[in-house]
Nanobody, 130 residues
Framework: QVQLVESGGGSVQAGGSLRLSCVAS?????????????MAWFRQAPGKEREGVAL????????DYADSVKGRFTISQDNAENTVYLQMNNLKHEDTAMYYC??????????????????WGQGTQVTVSS
């Protein structure tokens, strides 16, 4: 079982920055060495589908980003590999959404798609005013 708790959302003006955090707690499961844990951030605006923002596979440090956030957002992890951050710079109004942390265990680097991830947090709201 994996529990995910997000924090760091809020309201900011366009051009500003926010940093989201996601703490993962894993219990009752010990993956084999060939299995990698990957965590990701998704977002969903009202009336729109949930879309991938960024992912990181914690053992290898492999990352992937949506084109819309490349050069502005950075995903990272702490040394203990149980917290993932999303640094968001130069925020735009269109970044306004509920941001969700997700996690899963894989034998390959997953696609940045909601269907790839089994565990989800409750979300944290990001609002960017223009």
């Amino acid at each position: 079982q994996v529990q995910l708790v997000e924090s760091g959302g809020g309201s900011v003006q366009a051009g500003g920055s926010l940093r989201l955090s996601c703490v993962a707690s894993v219990s009752g499961y010990r993956p084999s060495p060939s299995i990698r844990k990957c965590m990701a951030w998704f977002r969903q605006a009202p009336g729109k589908e949930r879309e991938g923002v960024a992912l990181i596979c914690t053992a290898s440090g492999t990352t992937d980003y949506a084109d819309s956030v490349k050069g502005r957002f950075t995903i990272s992890q702490d040394n203990a590999e149980n917290t993932v951050y999303l640094q968001m710079n130069n925020l735009k109004h269109e970044d306004t959404a509920m941001y969700y942390c997700a996690a899963g265990f894989f034998t390959w680097t997953p696609r940045l798609s909601p269907r790839s991830f089994a565990f989800w947090g409750q979300g944290t709201q990001v609002t960017v005013s223009s």
